[in-house]
């Protein structure tokens, strides 16, 4: 038996466990995967208790992503980039880090849901880890331009300074007339706060609108507000939290399951 475990706090929510069992299950391997509420502080503590106790390797989710990068001895390009870690493996005493959001993302934009970057005028709300995380396999796809915006406008100016495509605002600077915008991305966390963040309407009105956060059911705050002012195809991330689990599920097993069936699954829960 194979021990994994996803860490995070808090992590009572997380639907990492399904998505593992899920591949798994559909591959042919028994593996047990669990959840590990880490208290604040305690993260390189809890991973080490998990690899005495035999574990195998571990996902990494909020607040601890820019802990475990820290922490690993061998980190990915991916994750050199956006400087956070959601993949964790060992190999003897040497820890290294993957981040796989950004292609996950990528993989349920333009497999599973065929929408092209290239040559597109893309909106990124929010400059925080996820933000980060997805910002050079969007480059990678060769998109126009790509405009980031944040509350805290320094945030969005580093991330501004990794390429020349992209420019930072924040709300109140943003430009009243613009060229159309083709993609808004909210990365922002405000659907867990019940909020939108305080973006002009005319801004998503025609385009493609992702949440990267997701409800069990039904559509996030951010997805009706999209709807209201008339986005032409609205979608949250649960696409993507499936596709960045299973580049996880691929580095420590060596194969990438079938997807399609685990989104179904969550979607019918
Ligand atoms: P962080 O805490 O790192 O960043 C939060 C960002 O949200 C910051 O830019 C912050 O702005 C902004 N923000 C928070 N509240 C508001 C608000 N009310 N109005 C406007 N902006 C706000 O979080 P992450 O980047 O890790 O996560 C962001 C979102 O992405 C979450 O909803 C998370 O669930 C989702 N996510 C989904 C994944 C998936 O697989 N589907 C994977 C990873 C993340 P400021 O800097 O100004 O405070």
Redesign the pocket.
């Known amino acids: 038996m194979q021990y994994y475990a996803v860490l995070g706090n808090p992590i009572a929510h997380s639907l990492s466990p399904t998505i593992h069992q899920a591949f798994a299950k559909s591959v042919g391997i028994t593996l047990s995967y669990e959840k590990i509420e880490v208290p604040i502080g305690k993260f390189a503590e809890t991973i080490q208790k998990f690899r005495d106790a035999g574990g195998n390797g571990a996902n990494v989710t909020?607040p601890f992503?820019q802990e475990a990068f820290n922490l690993c001895n061998k980190v990915s390009p991916a994750a050199q980039i956006a400087k956070a870690v959601n993949t964790i493996g060992w190999e003897g005493e040497s820890l290294w880090g993957e981040n796989t959001?950004g292609e996950?993302l990528l993989n349920d934009l333009v497999r599973n849901k065929n929408i092209q970057l290239a040559q597109k005028r893309v909106l990124i709300?929010?400059?925080?880890?996820?933000?980060q995380?997805i910002l050079a396999p969007l480059l990678a796809e060769q998109p126009e331009s790509i405009m980031i915006v944040?509350?805290?406008i320094t945030?969005a100016e580093r991330l501004a300074e990794q390429d020349s495509r992209i420019i930072a605002f924040d709300y109140a600077s943003m430009p009243t007339q613009h060229e159309p915008i083709d993609i808004v991305i909210n990365?922002?966390?405000?659907?867990?706060?019940n909020?939108v963040?305080?973006l002009q309407p005319h801004w998503v009105e025609h385009t493609i609108a992702i949440d990267?956060?997701?409800l069990k059911q039904g559509d996030t705050i951010f997805m009706q507000w999209a709807k209201e002012q008339g986005a032409k195809e609205v979608f949250d991330?649960?696409g993507?939290?499936v596709e960045?689990a299973a580049i996880s599920f691929r580095k420590w097993h060596g194969m990438l399951p079938d997807t399609k069936h685990v989104i179904d699954l969550l979607r019918s829960r």
């Open positions: 909020l992503k959001d996950g709300l929010g400059a925080g880890g996820a933000a995380g944040n509350r805290d945030k990365a922002t966390s405000a659907s867990l706060q909020t963040p305080s990267l956060a997701y991330g649960m993507m939290l960045q």
